[in-house]
């Protein structure tokens, strides 16, 4: 179970926040997540899947040059996971790093929290 949650993180940032084609995000997100997962960012919070995806195309959207990618192992107890991440340009230093919150319920994704240590990215 361990590997699948694991593997989990990294196809959501791979697959999910990483994914430019639309169609592939949704599919990626239907798979990944539950149907009524919650995302939280700062201030924001949205609910279920289509929403989900909408919130993605607008982060995308807004850093179109930049890639996200875990930074460190990640490891954690068997629903909730943290793991660290960066937002960088392709061989840059990381432009904002954060750590990231993935709840688990019937190894999918059911909450992700994002908390950014830099508040936007320059």
Known sequence: MINTLGSLIERNLLEVFGQRDSARG??????????????????????????????????????????VSRRGACAGQSRSWPFAVAVRTCRSPPLVTGTDIAVFEHERIRALYTFLDESAIA
């Open 26 to 67: 949704t599919a990626a997100i239907a798979e990944l997540y539950t149907e009524e997962c919650t995302f939280f960012e700062a201030e924001e919070q949205v609910n279920a899947r289509e929403a989900l995806n909408a919130k993605v195309g607008s982060i995308l959207e807004g850093c179109s040059r930049f890639r």
